[in-house]
């Protein structure tokens, strides 16, 4: 009925109930009707009777909760999806002729009347529609090849899909692999390929290991792989350069395996962004130039951080601790050790080691020798300049005079007590790329779990809502909601916490192991704690550091107030600039403090960006970054087709791999699918009955008639 296939009523309670009750119901007006002052005919007490039941029913309808099931069933038609790459590469001359096969696959489509269950699409840098009379929007310009962007978009079809084709070089530069996104759609996936899979007599920058933040005036290295075809014994100059200015240069002789590493030592002079690039000299007879290339960012930090390690008092946690900051090379370690009132272990200046630290290390302080005018220059220090710290328990700690630094803290204490709980660490598997946890042990968590004893304050310890909890108390082995380590971040706010005393007893223990885990947990917290936060109240960043020439540059910004709530009314703008050339990028909020807009040039090289967010005609704040356009074509790079990625995506989704020369083979595939591929979808919608105000408005409309007409005929 009405193409339905089912439809059911239910209620909340058994339905018998509700006959019952209805016959009881009526039985009852009945009953009530039989006689009536004055007496009226049969027919108006009839009437009267009807009203009212149907006037009860409702009520009781609605109290048994209805609800009404509809089952419809739809003819699903099955549909192909096409996904043709658009990218540059298909322009590579290889002799193959990339950009007419695609066109060609398109036609043969037309020809095999295919068109009518097929649908386009076109992908590189993002996926869109195409339309069988729109084929000239096929002009394979795009800067990336993003393969991740195919099953996305396939995510957010709802149709019956038959099988998905994607016709491609196979060569990813975008994005990440969607191998396993592709196999959990469980829809098969045909690839043609497009290109020649014969390697190619060439030289290429493979890849650069380096180090993505290191120190001024310090050495580090930056290995380039090289790889060749058909070039051994060679000799080929690869050169460092930074910020486009000759850095360093080697003269190698191309190794007969194909792949060897040169290594550079690169000592920046200053600190900030810069960009490096590794390039190996042209070699006659190559069949591109465009990888010979490899260009990189890194960050560099000013070359000594500043390290003052404040201590309440003498203990082997201060000097365990010191002994760790010491060891790097890249630290100015400075203390002020407290042993009585106002006498302390050096004899320095003080506040000029407050003013000018960079991070602050809290052990055992404050003690209840620790003056009010140190503590307060403390808290100003970290509370009002944001300077980062990071503290331990440790022994002589004065928990009363720690709440002077409590809105700072990253946890409450209470209900304090001289006692103290003997606790081991209890770290999650969640946790185990945690960059403070990391150490040379063949198991990470397991070296931090089985850890010797420490000693924290047997108070209640809390950790605040801001707060990650790295780890948690183990006491006797059983788990306790208590925290040990926690990292706290908030806004431009840094700081990391060890609750407890006696953390020296980590490092004898892990010594005699050969781990270096103590130590890498005092220097990774202080890297990590001297690194900027991301999360300011105005922030800029582009998606990526290096754009193809004519791809999208796309802008990201943040917007909060001063209470890190986020702002969406906010005008953001930016500025971008390369040489003499100068642009404005207005962003767009798309909610929830989020800011996004795009930028696009023709012209290739280096560009730096300004943004600037302004309220009211308020300034927010700015920001700033660079980019890189086009100075490597990472489209042309590879130009061997991928064939064996291509063949691994197919075979793992129950689909096939062609060739360009035997792809003619899938269209009767493809017909064969789309002929068993229809499918019946049996739509079921339930209806709330008993929420619906029109039968509650029904059934007053009928107890209203009955007064009515009650009234009419003088009816008491």
Do not use: C
Not at 133 to 144: I, R, Y
Not at 255 to 260: A, K, L, R, V
Not at 507 to 529: G, H, Q, V, Y
Not at 704 to 713: H, T
């Amino acid at each position: 009925m009405f193409n339905f296939e089912k439809i059911s009523l239910g209620f909340s309670f058994p339905s018998v109930f509700f006959f019952i009750l209805i016959l009881a119901l009526a039985a009852y007006v009945i009953y009530v009707y039989r006689y009536t002052v004055p007496a009226i005919p049969k027919g108006k007490r009839i009437f009267l009777i009807v009203l009212r039941s149907l006037a009860l029913a409702l009520l009781l309808f609605v109290i048994f909760e209805p609800i009404l099931t509809l089952a419809k069933k739809r003819i699903l038609e099955p549909v192909n999806l096409i996904f043709l790459d658009n990218s540059r590469s298909i322009q590579i001359n290889d002799g193959t002729n990339r950009s007419q096969t695609v066109k060609d696959f398109v036609k043969g489509l037309k020809d095999n009347n295919l068109s009518g269950n097929t649908e386009l699409y076109t992908f590189g840098s993002a996926a869109s529609g195409l339309s069988y009379d729109s084929l000239k929007k096929l002009n394979f310009n795009e800067g990336s090849t993003n393969f991740s962007r195919i099953f996305s978009t396939i995510s957010k079809i709802n149709r019956n899909i038959s099988s998905v084709v994607i016709v491609s070089d196979g060569v990813i530069t975008d994005g990440s692999d969607p191998l396993q996104t592709a196999i959990r759609q469980n829809i098969p996936v045909f690839t043609v390929g497009v290109g020649d899979s014969t390697a190619r007599n060439d030289v290429e920058v493979k890849n650069v290991l380096y180090n993505e933040m290191i120190y001024a005036q310090t050495p580090t290295s930056v290995v380039a792989s090289i790889s060749n075809t058909g070039f051994s014994n060679k000799n080929v100059n690869v050169s460092l350069y930074e910020n486009n200015t000759f850095a360093a240069q080697k003269n190698i002789s191309l190794s007969p395996d194909g792949i060897q590493n040169v290594d550079f030592t690169y000592t920046p002079k200053g600190s900030g962004e810069k960009k490096l690039s590794v390039v190996v000299s042209n070699t006659p007879g190559e069949f591109t130039y465009a990888n010979n290339k490899k260009v990189f960012f890194i960050n560099v930090l000013s070359n000594k951080v500043k390290v003052l390690v404040i201590a309440g008092s003498p203990s082997p946690d201060v000097s365990f601790i010191k002994n760790s900051l010491r060891a790097d090379n890249n630290l100015s370690v400075n203390s002020i050790t407290q042993y009585a009132p106002d006498k302390f272990v050096e004899k320095n200046d003080r506040q000029r080691l407050l003013d000018s630290a960079n991070v602050l290390f809290l052990v055992g302080f404050p003690s209840r020798e620790t003056s009010q005018q140190l503590l307060q220059s403390v808290l100003k220090e970290i509370g009002d300049k944001d300077k980062p710290y990071f503290l331990t328990l440790s022994s002589g700690v004065d928990f009363s005079r720690l709440k002077t630094l409590q809105n700072e803290l990253s946890f409450t204490a209470n209900n304090i007590s001289g006692d103290y709980l003997e606790i081991q660490p209890d770290i999650s598997a969640s946790q185990s790329d945690n960059p403070l946890l990391q150490n040379n042990a063949s198991n990470i968590l397991d070296a931090w779990n089985n850890l010797p004893p420490v000693y924290q304050p047997n108070v209640n310890l809390q950790s605040k809502p801001e707060s990650e909890i790295i780890s948690k108390v183990k006491i006797n082995n059983v788990v306790m909601n208590r925290p040990l380590i926690l990292a706290r971040t908030l806004g431009s706010k840094k700081s990391v916490s060890v609750l407890a005393k006696d953390i020296w007893r980590w490092k004898l223990e892990t010594a005699m192991k050969n781990l270096d885990l103590f130590d890498r947990f005092i220097l990774s917290s202080t890297k990590w704690l001297n690194t900027k936060e991301d999360h300011k109240q105005f922030s800029v960043k582009t998606t990526k550091k290096l754009y193809a020439l004519g791809e999208q540059v796309e802008f990201n910004a943040q917007v909060y107030d001063q209470t890190f709530n986020p702002i969406t009314d906010a005008y953001v703008k930016v500025a971008v600039k390369s040489g003499s050339n100068s642009y404005e990028v207005n962003l767009n909020s798309i909610g929830n403090g989020l800011y996004e807009g795009t930028f696009q040039t023709n012209q290739p090289g280096d560009y730096t960006f300004t943004g600037e967010g302004y309220r009211n005609n308020n300034k927010l704040g700015t920001d700033n970054g660079s980019f890189n356009v086009g100075e490597t074509d990472i489209e042309m790079i590879n130009p061997r087709m991928n064939s064996e990625y291509l063949t691994l995506l197919s075979n793992q989704t129950n689909g096939k791999f062609f060739y360009n020369s035997n792809y003619k083979q899938l269209y009767s595939i493809l017909k064969d699918i789309t002929a068993r591929s229809s499918k019946d979808k049996i739509d079921v919608s339930s209806i709330n009955l008993w929420s619906d105000e029109w039968l509650l408005i029904i059934a007053i409309i009928i107890f209203g008639l009955e007064w009515f007409f009650r009234k009419r005929w003088g009816m008491l």
